[in-house]
């Protein structure tokens, strides 16, 4: 299953993708009539009862009606979670990005912070703010929390999982590291682009083995593969939980691969007027674009 949450003619709209359209999903219930818990995009995508409610949609497509359909054009997409209790993000949790680092792979997961501020969706900017010279790039795989709970051991800790979406954590270089913490250059507005959609598991197979690039103007910047993470899903819900309620709806995202801007020689930093394609293998693709704020 494959669900987002877009914009239309002013209004929120959960979607199902399916082979290449966006189904209405409050308006292909009523076509079915199904009931469904909640009217609420963001309000069905957290609802833990929800979920097989939606699979069982997900399954009548086949009886699909032309007016619950809407073109790709006709939308704006939002983030596919709008308003997560918490954004946690992992530093330094690929192999080949603490080789460029040029530092060993930590023993434990390094975590920091992002604010909703920084959510944006697909085909939407992020903005250059202007205290920044170093604006960079970071392809990431985000794990959508389904079902929250504190001490996840990991043998359980797929049960909490939602499904998977694709994020970039945009990072301000001459923020981030002068600041001797990275919370600030990690979070100004826009500065976590989204989405399209969240991919349910049951659609992904082995999470742990799918390849992650990013482009920037057509040119491959990183090329990776998540078997190269340090710290595997359920490590990484297992060793959060232990201290940080999670919640459904929370998001984590699990760190970059290398090919970092700041790390090449010479450095590349976002433009005004760059485009920005990151493509997860089996998730899908999330393009943006830059300009000055």
């Known amino acids: 299953m494959k669900i987002g949450i877009v914009k239309v003619n002013g209004k929120k709209a959960l979607v199902f993708y399916w082979e290449d359209q966006l189904i209405d999903v409050l308006e292909f219930a009523r076509s079915q009539k199904f009931n469904l818990p909640s009217t609420d995009p963001e309000e069905l995508i957290k609802l ?11 399954n009548l497509l086949e009886s699909i009606e032309d007016g619950v359909k809407y073109k790709e054009e006709d939308v704006v997409w939002l983030p596919p979670v709008m308003y997560p209790e918490k954004i946690i993000c992992l530093g330094l949790n690929y192999y080949d990005h603490c080789e460029e680092n040029k530092v060993p792979p930590p023993k434990n997961p390094i975590l920091f912070a992002k604010y909703r501020n920084a959510l944006t969706g697909h085909k939407t900017p992020i903005l250059l703010p202007q205290s920044s010279k170093q604006v960079d790039y970071e392809a990431e795989l985000v794990v959508v929390i389904g079902k929250g709970g ?7 800790a797929m049960e909490h999982v939602l ?19 990275w919370v600030r250059g990690k979070t100004f507005d826009t500065f976590l682009p989204l989405g399209p959609f969240i991919v349910t598991p049951d659609e992904v197979g082995d999470v742990h083995n799918l390849r992650i ?12 593969s998540t078997s ?30 290398f090919g970092v801007g700041y790390f090449r020689e010479p450095q590349i930093f976002l433009k005004e007027g760059d485009e920005v394609k990151i493509e997860i293998e089996k998730i899908g693709i999330l393009e943006n674009y830059c300009m000055n704020s």
């Not at 097989?52 to 949609?57: D, E, G, K, S, V």
């Not at 499904?163 to 945009?170: A, E, K, L, P």
């Not at 690039?213 to 990776?224: F, I, K, V, W, Y």
Request: charged share 25%.
């Open 213 to 224: 690039r990013l482009e920037l103007n057509g040119q491959t910047m990183q090329d990776s």
């Open 163 to 181: 499904g998977y979406t694709i994020g970039n954590d945009v990072s301000a270089r001459d923020c981030q590291f002068p600041d001797k913490q």
């Open 228 to 257: 190269r993470m340090i710290f595997s899903i359920p490590e990484i819900i297992a060793f959060i939980s232990r201290d940080i309620t999670l919640a459904a709806g929370d998001i984590i995202c699990t760190g970059t691969p």
């Open 48 to 58: 833990e009862k929800t979920v097989p409610n939606l699979n069982r949609l997900w």
């Open 150 to 156: 504190k001490r996840i051991p990991e043998e359980r």
